[in-house]
């Protein structure tokens, strides 16, 4: 038997000595041995496809070949050097030539140029003839298939020629039929007296030829168009048109089975144990928890009959009808979408019943149910409005304009739409009133203001209530006291028209203090009291964070609330939204009683009679939603009408302004909105619509002013030449403050007021106060003006209303007077000239009476209406200003051209003669804010915190307290978050590829969050022994519940998302030894912080929890993800999406109500260090390959 094959011995070492000389490839490779344990230097040479190699260099005969054709030639790793190797692996560099056969061991070799390595696995890789094999495989599969169709045409081209041959016989033949039948014909005329013969059968068979013919040339026509239109786009359009349609029946079927689930496995069931003789549940609970979604299951089973009776009569495809008899019945999800939330809270209620949560795992577990629970199927209905909408825009995308149900799909569409705005402005109203009754049923003493649907909630948090003596001054040394801190902190509750302050008491019950209902229509707002106490300048911990409320109701004695917060951030967080709501409630009380005239036009009815405020138009939409001021608010418009409406002097909506200065940077830019209020400061007339203004000055004499002319008034356009308004002595007491100001109250003792009583002389409003020298209790002959102190004033009002009484009977019966304040003695006589010190907000309310003597013109009560519009628009433009600067800061810090033209506009502004002197108090203060480099929040930041940690020895878990560990976890946590711009929530830039340098901010916040992550699991992992692992686990579950009380929920998911690592969650050994009551709280903790339903416990713990607080970025980012992708900026008519940036608003809002309270720790540096040193932190492969160390894998 032969064993080896024979060579040509000679021939072979005749091509290995021309390789030696003239090979492509040649030099010195270490080859592997046999046996895999040595490597063998030998002198490689490489011809064609063949390598050959020699002991040495010199070497006359080869001592081996190898043919190389179809080979493989690869790079090959490094091996891991072994303990008793002795030689270096650190210079070598390996490849392989593996070969395609079985039984034959790949040939190892290595070099120790990297260069040299890469030349020969090219050189070898060449020499395979790999790609020529490949190449020659693909021809050979072209060269099949070009065959196969080359048969395929010839044998088409036969049978063309064979129809071809068939029907040049038939022409032959019928035209041989037809010459025989011409012949005939001709005979027939030749002698027609001859009888007939048998043409009528010849000429039906030339008449079944003729129609055979056109058929057959029909068909192929036909067959041709056919093929035609399969490849027109009309066809593409209309398959995916039924590929929808199809999806959309496959949908339907799938919602149908789940409302079947909702109602037969959970709501009839509920519905028989709630009859019971031990009910678990009651009636009432399971019809707040399931709503109508047995009706909306009938609905929907009409619904998804008729689709499948219509897909039944395909490919008459028509759907619209089911549209229409659909879309009236949907308004049962309205009742739906409105109470969800409320359902959700009555079932989690319901399940702190052990009976009921062990009835609801028991339906749960049913098969049907596929482990979804319950409050996932009551879900699904919220999502299918919005589903029905998506699948009409994609049908309709492949539906023809010229299509015979595009326009009833288009009025589905829009009235879809329209059904989705409503349900979503009512869940909105719907939330906000639950907001309120939340907070009205955590009072133990009840609120019944909280029932008034109006009420808006603005924000919440913990301030510092100073106490007062019953003289009205401050208790002596308790302002910068700790105990202050302890028995003054008090919850405090903004609402649109009311402050609440509260105290805290056991079980979460809140309980109102004395005079806790504060009215904000009674305010006065003083951001920087000065006060003389000593005791009050003695809290220098406290200072510049404290603000004063002035509250003076008219029907009791007034009184003063004063308010420290935490930071100054806070503070004017606090103050800038308290001022927008006096300002919300002043400026509609201004306008109201301004033009209250003899056409008796009042605000609501200027409002209705401007239908650009409600009616649709092409530059604006509306939703049905109304603000604050009652009036719709927009769903989109273009930048200049959202520009008017920030101007527009009518009415301001604390939500519209926030939302705005928001998102402005989305469609507009810094610039054009300071050049929109620098026009309406200059042009004040031009803030209000011509159809308003025609109401206000109804007569003739002013209507050039409504058409663009000068006024005749010279008061109508603002004059800088005109002499100041006002002299004061400045001799007078240092005691004694007073102030002029037009700011008008709602009521003014019970009547409204008629500022168009008011009149003066051509010369403006400067012979006015001419005739004033100084302040006293002299009449004046335009009209009555009293400066008196609160309680003086009463006598000389009684006494000038007996004098006015004989000179004017006919005017009305109110007085103009500057209220005068004491900040030592209220009841000191007014002897003195009195010095103007303004120390309160431009929106002081004053009252301000007025006398008028009959018989004035009208053109000179018009002229103080336009007084009244001036101040209005003044105080409108320093109001936005002072929201944009003290809420926006960053604006102006990362714009220094802003900042400059802001200021610029301000020191116009002051040096305006006309402008009162709170309001130049109002404008000294916004320049203050600007220019001040201290932004006075002395709060550690996370620099300072690395820089006092330092880089020295870090000390061990095990040395500090699960208390400290927490407490400072949140401390770094809420620096990380509190320190986000809110620019950076704005277009997802956290998902893009470039995040890195558009949000840096959220991107330290998440990688802080998965580094501590990794700390915690690391700290496991460390563990060798299982008792040190379990006391780790169960420590930093302490902690975690510990950061939960914090209201740390941020700290609570990174310890629950690293016990879930599987890295640590494989150890089951562990985790055996863990104890019930740990596994207990883990469950808790986890069920707190779970995404199920949209972060739905985290939510309600969210709402119900006061700052300082630290929520999960990611539940608003997902959020705020949902909102961008869902919804554009713009729409096709290119408007703003406003109703979209009033959401991404809300949330923001909600964002940095979080940020701006802070905790009240002390920085502990060691427990810092710990946290914040990522030395000793593993990575995830390295933390796995730990979990298999000190658990290894067993075999089942």
């Not at 919602?255 to 079947?260: F, K, P, R, W």
């Not at 998302?1057 to 599987?1062: D, E």
């Amino acid at each position: 038997m032969q064993k080896g094959i024979r060579l040509n011995d000679g021939h072979v070492t005749y091509l290995g000595l021309l390789a030696k000389k003239d090979g492509t490839r040649r030099g010195c490779l270490s080859k592997k041995s046999s046996d895999n344990t040595k490597w063998h230097t030998k002198w490689f040479a490489l011809l064609q496809n063949m390598l050959f190699y020699f002991e040495n260099e010199s070497s006359s005969r080869p001592s081996g070949l190898y043919l190389l054709e179809g080979c493989i030639c690869d790079r090959a790793p490094s091996p891991k050097p072994s303990l008793s190797a002795k030689e270096c692996l650190e210079k070598q560099y390996y490849f392989t030539v593996s070969f395609t056969h079985e039984n034959q061991k790949a040939l190892e070799l290595r070099t120790e140029d990297v260069k040299d390595c890469d030349e020969w696995v090219a050189a070898i890789s060449h020499a395979s003839y790999r790609n020529l094999a490949t190449e020659h495989e693909t021809l050979m599969q072209k060269y099949l298939h070009l065959l196969q169709i080359v048969e395929t045409e010839k044998t088409v081209a036969k049978q063309l020629r064979q129809q071809i041959e068939d029907g040049e016989i038939e022409i032959e033949r019928l035209k041989s039929e037809i010459a025989g039948l011409l012949k005939d014909n001709e005979k027939i005329h030749a002698s027609p007296a001859a009888a007939p013969t048998d043409d009528d059968s010849e000429i039906k068979k030339i008449k079944k030829v003729q129609s055979f013919l056109r058929g057959w040339i029909c068909r192929r026509k036909w067959k041709t168009i056919i093929q035609d239109y399969i490849r027109s786009p009309h066809a593409e359009s209309m398959r995916k048109r039924n590929q929808v349609v199809f999806s959309m029946l496959d949908s339907e079927a799938e919602y149908v089975q789940q409302l079947h689930i909702l109602v037969n496995n959970f709501l009839r069931p509920l519905r028989m144990a709630a009859s019971s003789k031990k009910p678990p549940i009651t009636h009432d609970d399971v019809s707040s928890i399931f709503l109508n979604s047995e009706t909306i299951m009938f609905l929907h089973q009409i619904f998804y009959q008729g689709l499948k009776a219509r897909i039944a009569s395909w490919p008459t495809l028509v759907l619209a009808d089911l549209f229409d008899i659909l879309l009236p019945m949907l308004n049962i999800y309205q009742e739906f979408v409105r109470n969800h939330q409320y359902s959700l809270q009555i079932l989690a209620h319901c399940k702190q019943n052990r009976d009921f949560d062990k009835l609801l795992k028991q339906y749960e577990a049913k098969p049907d149910c596929e482990e979804r629970t319950l409050e996932t199927f009551l879900t699904y209905p919220m999502f299918q409005i919005p589903r029905y909408i998506l699948t009409l825009h994609e049908l309709l995308a492949h539906t023809p304009h010229e299509h015979v149900e595009r326009n009833s799909l288009d009025y589905a569409k829009s009235k879809l739409e329209e059904l989705s705005r409503i349900m979503h402005d009512e869940v909105s109203e719907t939330e906000n009133i639950r907001k309120n009754l939340a907070i009205e049923r955590m009072i133990v003493e009840g609120c019944e203001i909280l029932l008034d649907t109006s009420q808006t909630f603005v924000r919440q948090g913990s301030l510092i209530q100073v106490p007062m003596s019953e003289k009205g001054k401050i208790t002596r040394g308790r302002l910068g006291s700790l105990s202050l801190k302890k028995e003054g902190e008090r919850q405090c509750f903004l609402f649109s028209k009311h402050l609440i302050i509260c105290t805290r008491g056991s079980g979460g019950k809140l309980h109102l203090t004395k005079n806790g209902v504060v009215s904000l229509i009674d305010c006065t707002l003083m951001e920087d009291p000065e006060g003389t106490d000593d005791e009050y300048k003695s809290g220098q911990d406290m200072e510049h964070l404290d603000f004063k409320i002035v509250v003076e109701p008219k029907d009791s004695q007034s009184f003063t609330v004063i308010l420290v917060a935490s930071s100054r951030q806070e503070k004017s967080a606090w103050t800038s939204d308290i001022s927008q709501c006096i300002d919300n409630i002043r400026c509609n009380g201004l306008m109201m009683n301004a033009f209250e005239d003899n056409s008796k036009v009042t605000v609501p009815q200027m409002i209705k009679s401007d239908s650009s405020l409600y009616c649709d138009d092409v530059d604006i939409r509306f939703s049905k939603m109304m603000n604050s001021c009652k009036v719709l608010q927009i769903r989109y418009a273009s930048v200049e009408r959202l520009l008017e409406r920030l101007t527009d002097l009518r009415f301001l909506s604390i939500d519209f302004l926030n939302t705005f200065l928001h998102s402005y940077r989305v469609f507009t830019t810094a610039d054009v909105v300071l050049d929109k209020l620098i026009t309406i400061y200059k042009k004040p007339i031009s803030a209000i619509p011509a159809r308003s203004l025609e109401l206000f000055f109804a007569s003739s004499q002013n209507s050039k002013l409504l058409y663009g002319e000068p006024p005749s008034s010279p008061r109508a356009s603002r004059k800088f030449s005109s002499p100041p308004p006002l002299a004061i002595a400045k001799n007078s007491s240092p005691n004694r403050r007073r102030k002029l100001s037009l700011n008008i109250p709602i009521i003014t003792g019970g009547k409204a007021l008629d500022l168009a009583a008011l009149s003066c002389s051509s010369n403006g409003y400067a012979s006015m106060y001419s005739s004033m020298s100084p302040f006293s209790k002299t009449t004046l002959d335009i009209n009555k003006l009293y400066v008196s102190s609160p309680i003086s004033s009463k006598i000389s009002d009684e006494g000038e209303d007996k004098k006015d009484k004989v000179e004017d009977t006919s005017a009305c019966k109110q007085d103009l007077s500057v209220r005068e304040e004491s900040d030592n003695d209220q009841n000191q006589s007014d002897d003195g000239d009195p010095e103007a010190s303004p120390t309160k907000s431009p929106t002081t309310p004053k009252n301000i009476k007025c006398k008028n003597s009959s018989g004035f013109p009208t053109d000179q009560r018009n002229g103080d209406k336009e007084f009244v519009i001036r101040r209005a628009a003044t105080n409108r433009v320093l109001n936005v200003l002072r929201h944009w600067v003290s809420k926006h800061s960053p604006d102006f810090e990362s714009n220094n051209e802003l900042k400059t033209k802001v200021i610029a506009f301000l020191e116009e502004v002051m040096h305006d003669p006309e402008l009162l002197t709170q309001e130049r108090k109002a404008a000294a203060n916004i320049i203050r804010t600007l220019t001040q480099e201290d932004h006075g929040d002395n709060q550690i930041t996370l620099e300072d915190v690395t820089q006092l940690v330092g880089e020295g020895k870090t000390e061990p878990f095990e040395n500090h307290s699960a208390l400290e560990i927490a407490e400072q976890l949140t401390l770094l946590d809420h620096l990380v978050f509190k320190v986000i711009p809110y620019e950076e929530f704005f277009g997802q830039g956290w998902m893009k590829n470039d995040k890195n340098e558009k949000t840096p901010y959220i991107m330290r916040t998440t990688k802080h969050f998965n580094d501590i992550s990794n700390l915690i699991a690391t700290e496991i992992l460390h563990c060798e022994d299982v008792v040190s692992r379990v006391a780790v686990i169960e420590k930093w579950v302490a902690v975690a519940d510990i950061c939960r009380c914090l209201h740390n929920y941020n700290a609570v998911l990174e310890i629950t998302s690293s016990l879930n690592r599987s890295s640590v969650f494989r150890l089951k050994k562990t985790w055996l030894k863990v104890s019930k009551q740990t596994k207990a709280l883990i469950d808790k903790l986890q069920k707190l912080v779970s995404s199920e339903g949209r972060f739905k416990n985290l939510r309600e713990a969210l709402k119900n929890c006061d700052p300082p607080c630290v929520p999960y970025l990611g539940m608003y980012l997902t959020d705020l993800a949902f909102i961008e992708e869902g919804t554009p900026n713009y729409t096709e008519d290119n408007l703003v999406n406003f109703s979209k940036m009033r959401m991404i608003s809300h949330i923001i809002r909600e964002i940095r109500q979080f940020q701006q309270t802070a905790y009240k720790i002390d920085l502990q540096p060691k427990v810092a260090q710990y946290l914040m040193d990522r030395s000793s932190v593993l990575d995830e492969e390295s933390m796995y390959e730990a979990s298999l160390r000190i658990e290894p894998k067993t075999s089942n």
